[in-house]
Structure formats: C-alpha cells, structure tokens
C-alpha cells in the first residue's frame, strides 16, 4: 500500500523541470496563458483518471474478504507474492480478480460442437440471394454515397 500511495504522491507532484532558480512563474498580473484544445483534452483525462485512482484506492480499502488456507498454500502464495514484490493480501486479491475476470469472458463465449461450427460457417460461405428489402437499402446506400461524393 506504501508504494502505491507514493507512486500516486509522486504522479500528483510538479514534475522536476518546472521547479529550480531557472524556471520562470508567472506574474499575478499576467493573463492567464490558454491552453491549446489537445492539451486541455488531455490534462481533463489525466485528472479523472486520477480521481478514478483515487476513488478506486478508497472503495478497494472498504470492502473485505476473508479465506481459509493450510500453511503450505500460504507459504506458496507469500512466495509468489514476494518475488513480484506485492504484499500478500495485494497478490491474492490480484490473483483473484484476473481469474474472474478470466472466468467471466470465458462465459462470454459461444462454444459451438463440430456439427454447429459446420452448418455455421457453411450458412456463412453460400449467403441466400438478397431479397427486396436488401435490394432496397443498397439501391439507397448507394445514392446517399453518390449525393455525398458529388457526382
């Protein structure tokens, strides 16, 4: 939690180059410089998604799990969770959360038997010939491109 809360410290922190005796302030009499409209784009991303950060870090802290594990599993875990440098709690719930998240586009899936997957792809290599109401869209399509292009 200590790194997280520094690396966020330090993202938030005026980077180096704008601090020193060379760098200049701008007056309180100046105008306000503005910004081009890329750069105001991108400093309003940068900070939701600091704010999303942040909000992120409170909410995780709010909800709690519990497990049952023998000694060994434990060992094993604190292993893991030292070699990539992580507390143990921060590798399960990591663990955790990328298995499900695994397990919930896994369930996402269609799973076709071979039988399905050939009626499929051969209702889709011989389409049916297009009807009237297709006929009817492209016919329109194709003057909306040709309105649109000049001609």
Do not use: C, F, W
């Amino acid at each position: 939690m200590r790194v997280r809360r520094r690396r966020l410290q330090a993202t938030l922190r005026k980077p180096r180059y704008l601090e020193g005796p060379g760098v200049r302030t701008p007056s309180p009499q100046a105008p306000p410089r503005r910004r081009p409209a890329a750069s105001a784009l991108i400093a309003d991303v940068v900070s939701s998604l600091i704010a999303q950060g942040r909000e992120a870090a409170s909410a995780a802290r709010s909800a709690r799990l519990e497990a049952r594990l023998t000694e060994q599993q434990r060992q094993t875990l604190k292993l893991a969770a030292d070699l990539e440098g992580r507390s143990l709690s921060d590798y399960v719930v990591h663990a955790a959360y990328q298995s499900a998240l695994i397990s919930i586009q896994n369930a996402a899936l269609v799973r076709l038997s071979a039988r399905d997957t050939d009626v499929l792809l051969a209702a889709l290599g011989s389409p049916p010939p297009p009807n009237a109401a297709l006929k009817r869209a492209h016919a329109r399509h194709r003057k909306l491109i040709r309105r649109a292009s000049g001609d």
